[in-house]
């Protein structure tokens, strides 16, 4: 197997003692996954990614619907084109939709016969 190079720490030069200790604390636990027969950057990526899912299960789809329409709303048509699009979002989806984790194609299915 190839060697791979995992870093932990800053890259600055003027390094405290905590951030060494922690980056020391950090390739202990790194040579301990790897003397178990763990790829570390691996077990680092999978823990981000599950953290990443669970953070995505607790967002709920008006959050991030809303958080869209703020963001993008400057280059819609018209105000009218972006109080036209929140509101059927509200009416239609908000009710439909709860976390961004659980949307389902019945959920899609019963929100797309209401706007139709």
Same mark, same amino acid.
């Given at each position: 197997?190839a060697?791979r190079?995992i ?6 030069? #003027?390094?405290?003692?905590m951030v060494?200790? #922690?980056?020391r #604390?950090? @390739? ?5 996954l790897c003397?178990?027969?763990?790829d570390?950057i691996r ?6 990614? @599950?953290?990443a899912?669970e953070?995505a299960k607790?967002i709920?789809?008006e959050? #991030? @619907?809303t958080?869209y329409?703020? @963001? ?6 018209s105000?009218?084109h972006?109080a036209d ?8 989806a ?10 389902d194609?019945?959920q899609v ?5 209401a706007?139709?």
């Amino acid at each position: 197997m190839a060697e791979r190079l995992i870093s932990f720490g800053w890259s600055r030069l #003027c390094i405290c003692f905590m951030v060494l200790t #922690c980056s020391r #604390c950090l @390739a202990e636990a790194a040579r301990t996954l790897c003397r178990a027969g763990v790829d570390p950057i691996r077990h680092r990526n999978d823990a981000r990614r @599950a953290k990443a899912i669970e953070d995505a299960k607790s967002i709920t789809f008006e959050k #991030c @619907a809303t958080e869209y329409f703020e @963001a993008n709303k400057a280059g819609w048509r018209s105000d009218k084109h972006a109080a036209d699009w929140i509101g059927s979002l509200k009416l239609y989806a908000f009710p439909v939709f709860r976390s961004i984790a659980e949307v389902d194609v019945d959920q899609v299915l019963q929100a797309h016969s209401a706007w139709f």
